[in-house]
């Protein structure tokens, strides 16, 4: 069965530090992965995608990676601030679906302290 | 610059009541989507539209109906609501672009007692 397991669930840093976030699948074949950041009480919104035979994207303070051989992604963020204070969820999109069903991780809250 | 909205944004409904909830989109996209987000899970995909005119069933359909009243509105319908409804909705839509993301609106917070 496709599965996105992510882990830590929570993770709770100070302002500054760095971090990083988890997240395996089972999705295989897969066209795409994607990182997605979702505020309290939004919808989530895309951060970076990479598809299959990248290993890494940067969006600003943002750095995911992706090891398709061991189907894991991780996704750091730098020099973390107040704003990062969210849910951040992975998603994978199967290639046999049309890219119409992709599978959500459960994703990994994290809140930054003053 | 409105994107995707969906209204209401909080409903509370009795069991075995039904209620329609609305979603349109301004990008002029192809693909519509329905989904549900419950604690500790990742958001479950209820239907799709992948064209105006078409509809198909994703992961979690039973209890739900749709409609993709033309290119820019996808209404989501629970005919007699279910303890096991509650939950956040969310619409989304994208391009038709396999690596296109998909765009959100900010939910609907429904609560069926």
């Known amino acids: 069965k496709n599965q996105v397991e992510q882990s830590p669930q929570s993770l709770i840093i100070l302002e500054g530090k760095n971090c990083t976030l988890q997240?395996?699948?089972?999705?295989?074949?897969?066209?795409?992965l994607r990182w997605y950041k979702q505020d309290t009480g939004r919808g989530p919104v895309s951060l970076t995608i990479m598809t299959f035979s990248e290993n890494t994207k940067s969006n600003g303070r943002y750095t995911a990676t992706l090891d398709a051989d061991t189907k894991q992604s991780s996704l750091h963020i730098t020099a973390s601030q107040l704003s990062d204070s969210a849910s951040y969820i992975c998603v994978v999109s199967p290639l046999d679906t049309g890219g119409f069903k992709t599978i959500f991780g459960a994703g990994t809250r994290l809140f930054v302290k003053a | 610059n409105a994107g995707v909205t969906q209204t209401p944004k909080f409903q509370v409904l009795k069991t075995g009541q039904s209620m329609t909830l609305q979603c349109a989109q301004d990008?002029?996209?192809?693909?519509m989507y329905w989904y549900r987000q419950d604690p500790g899970m990742g958001l479950r995909l209820i239907y799709y539209?992948?064209?105006?005119?078409?509809?198909d069933k994703g992961e979690v359909p039973n209890g739900y109906n749709v409609s993709r009243l033309n290119k820019r509105e996808f209404s989501l319908r629970l005919e007699s609501a279910a303890p096991s409804q509650t939950s956040v909705y969310f619409c989304?839509?994208?391009?038709?672009?396999?690596?296109?993301?998909?765009?959100f609106g900010n939910g609907t917070r429904l609560t069926v007692t």
């Open positions: 990008m002029n996209h192809n693909s």
């Open positions: 539209s992948a064209s105006e005119g078409t509809t």
């Open positions: 997240c395996n699948y089972t999705v295989s074949p897969f066209s795409n």
């Open positions: 989304a839509s994208r391009q038709s672009s396999y690596n296109s993301p998909l765009h």
